[in-house]
């Protein structure tokens, strides 16, 4: 702030930038993503290892059988094969891994 005069605020040099736009709310601006949780299912004693994939759109899930040595590889292996790009992935406490992918029909066996 310098002396007699005042510091435009954030809000009114963001009013600047996002008017070209034309839109009501910025989160219009950022692309939708299919988010799905992926998480690792030990063995027991009638099954092997086994990974559970979760859609947290749609609610749904599948546990497909783990047949390499890492779950994440193998969901991304498994998805692909069902016609979902991955195209991102995050971390998530309590949830796992999350790939996110721009396909957003549910999931299926």
């Known amino acids: 702030m310098g002396m007699g005069g005042s510091t435009p605020s954030i809000l009114s040099i963001l009013s600047h930038v996002i008017k070209p736009y034309k839109c009501k709310h910025m989160k219009d601006q ?3 993503f299919h ?10 004693e009638t099954t092997g290892h086994r990974i559970s994939i979760n859609s947290l759109r749609w609610r749904t899930k599948v546990i497909i059988p783990m047949t390499g040595e890492n779950h994440v590889d193998d969901a991304i292996l498994y998805l692909t094969l069902k016609g979902y790009a991955i195209t991102g992935q995050a971390e998530a406490s309590g949830k796992g891994t999350i790939l996110f992918t721009d396909n ?6």
């Not at 988010?35 to 027991?44: E, G, I, N, Q, R």
């Open 30 to 32: 950022i692309k939708n």
């Open 104 to 109: 957003f029909n549910p999931l299926l066996k």
């Open 35 to 44: 988010a799905l949780s992926v998480k690792y299912v030990p063995w027991t």
